[in-house]
């Protein structure tokens, strides 16, 4: 029995997992209702409503939330482009701020149309972030970096394993001033040789701003949206968390499921139920 | 114009380019007739033939073996399969050695069936290459582990590094004799940060055995049989190339390409004659 048994205080939703079927003021009361701590909302359900309602309807639920997803790809094919999608995650980590949420999560973006240069979209999410720094520690949004799963190196994240994020939080904020680390997602990360290594580093460099759970199903049907719920895959999930909890994380632990053709096809309840079942006795 | 302009002997087509329509007789010829110096056969194809009258056609066709493909998977849920698997590798050395291969390419599987324990898996292939290593010695076929994209990590190769493959090495040959090194793959290694550095330190420790091409499309539509030609995708081909030539490969570079609902679609002679198109002007 997991030592989570009792406390899905401790745990958080990302409102991905439910397929955004629900309006988000009925996911919130959902997430709440099913004993949940936290949850980390998207910026598409934000659309049309205000920041800051939407903020007391999270606090009124009870619930905190663990992370705001997610940012504006950063890499551009000319400058224009480039300052937009900056002034674009500005706006965002205001939001952030106006929600309270713990860290602004960072998929930083893949290639610019035409390009093959991974290199230069590396210095351009730096440069990118660099940006951001000062708005994000005046807002006290701390930003996470989420390396993502190499297979997603071209069209949605050039930062694709831990010891390069952290090498990134190292060259941006070489002080840790805690306005820049990593959001460890266990989907993106599980294969890594390097994983209890570089899960240390960032302990030790206070850069552990999030932790998000699903599993890795076999096969995997779909390349974004067939990830498996905890202990439905070969990813040891207790093993990391141990590794994560002993370079002192004290974050919420985060449900982060795309699953087209399973999870989002059953009612958010039912999910949020597994959801709470298997946090409590595999992870 | 790529200065492979003129030189296709330096090339070499892996058979699984060309989808298994043909008969290896007929693919050897096709290969031949298109200008090709050399072509890595699968062990699928050498079944009920004789490898010693395959390797005399290859000869005979002017051509030389870039590489066989490939190990039977190493780890093992009991000591018998373990074993078996050993013994079954052992066997495909000797094929190799009759074919002259330049090296036997190491695709080490992953996970055993039930498993969630990824560093035993990794154990279980350092000890069992360890076990293929005065055999390979005695033939004379170089081992070359060639780490697989992090996305096979669970059900194909648990080596999913060039770093990563490197340290195996080294553990397992710390004296460079040869018997054992790499084979770098386009397809699993391209998105990788450390790539520069570590095909830089597979140069200096000879342990460059082979260079596979092909290219990333944006999407990629399935995990497995969805790689693209040479010019298709994101990966910047040349500029890798010149790495690896840089750091002392002298060895072919050999087309590797599974396309089931593309190129495998198209006739033999189609195929080969784009590879050769891309390879002396994208490449």
Not at 88 to 102: Q, T
Not at 108 to 137: C, T, W
Not at 184 to 194: A, F, G, R, S
Request: aromatic letters at 6%; one cysteine or more.
């Amino acid at each position: 029995m997991s030592d989570l048994a009792g406390r899905l205080d401790r745990c958080s939703i990302n409102t991905a997992t439910l397929g955004y079927q629900l309006p988000i003021g009925q996911t919130i009361e959902a997430v709440a209702r099913a004993g949940f701590g936290a949850i980390a909302p998207w910026r598409r359900e934000l659309e049309g409503e205000s920041a800051r309602l939407v903020s007391r309807r999270i606090r009124d639920a009870g619930l905190t939330v663990s992370g705001y997803c997610r940012s504006t790809y950063i890499p551009a094919a000319s400058d224009t482009e480039f300052a937009e999608n900056i002034e674009d995650n500005r706006r965002a980590i205001d939001d952030a701020a106006e929600l309270g949420a713990a860290c602004f999560v960072m998929v930083v973006g893949g290639l610019p149309q035409g390009s093959k240069d991974l290199a230069d979209a590396r210095r351009q999410v730096r440069d990118g972030i660099a940006r951001l720094l000062e708005h994000a520690g005046a807002q006290n949004v701390p930003l996470a970096i989420e390396p993502l799963h190499p297979m997603y190196a071209a069209d949605r994240a050039c930062i694709n394993t831990l010891r390069q994020a952290l090498d990134l939080c190292d060259a941006l904020d070489p002080s840790q001033t805690g306005t820049v680390g990593v959001a460890v997602d266990l989907y993106h990360v599980w294969w890594d040789p390097d994983l209890k290594t570089q899960i240390l580093r960032a302990g030790h460099s206070k850069r552990l701003l999030g932790f998000h759970l699903c599993d890795w199903l076999v096969p995997t049907n779909d390349m974004l949206l067939d990830r498996g719920m905890m202990g439905d895959g070969v990813i040891d999930i207790h093993g990391v968390r141990r590794h994560i909890e002993a370079s002192g994380y004290a974050g919420r632990l985060e449900v982060e499921i795309f699953s087209r053709d399973n999870w989002w096809k059953r009612p958010a309840t039912e999910v949020l139920e597994v959801c709470a079942q298997r946090l409590q006795t595999v992870c």
